[in-house]
């Protein structure tokens, strides 16, 4: 590309601005794509609507999508299923932070129960063993008298 004169403009470098250089950080872990179910339904009507050869293949480059999104969006597109369209959370399903703690309470209640059933037991097997040997234990009156 010549300009009005015929002499090649000067590019970005040889104007004395450098492009800046590709970022090459990585991220410390890849995240799947989700992909909402609007969105899923909107590329699924462009793709309906591509007719010429190429448009489908230009369309997939654009949105960085596989031939295979749309064949299962379609499939549950047709099935009626758009629920299917939302994105699916992965793995263990979330707990709220509280969740933890009331779980952790309820375990504690639990054996600080079953400690004084043990407890009352235990008193209740004294005093008959005190009934049955003929011991009494001294009264607080008895004891605040001496």
Known sequence: MTGTNGVV???????????TPPDP???ERARRRQFTAAYKL???EEADECCA??????LLRREGLYSS??????????AGTLSALAPRRRGRPATPAHQGELTRLRHENERLTR???????????QKKVSALFGLTQPSAEARGSR
């Open 9 to 19: 403009p000067a590019g970005p470098c040889e104007q004395g601005v450098r492009p």
């Open 69 to 78: 999104h749309l064949a299962d969006w379609r499939r549950h597109r047709a």
């Open 53 to 58: 050869p190429g448009q489908l293949g230009a």
């Open 25 to 27: 950080e990585v991220v």
């Open 115 to 125: 400690q004084l059933a043990a407890a009352e037991a235990i008193v209740e097997i």
């Open 42 to 44: 909107r590329i699924l």
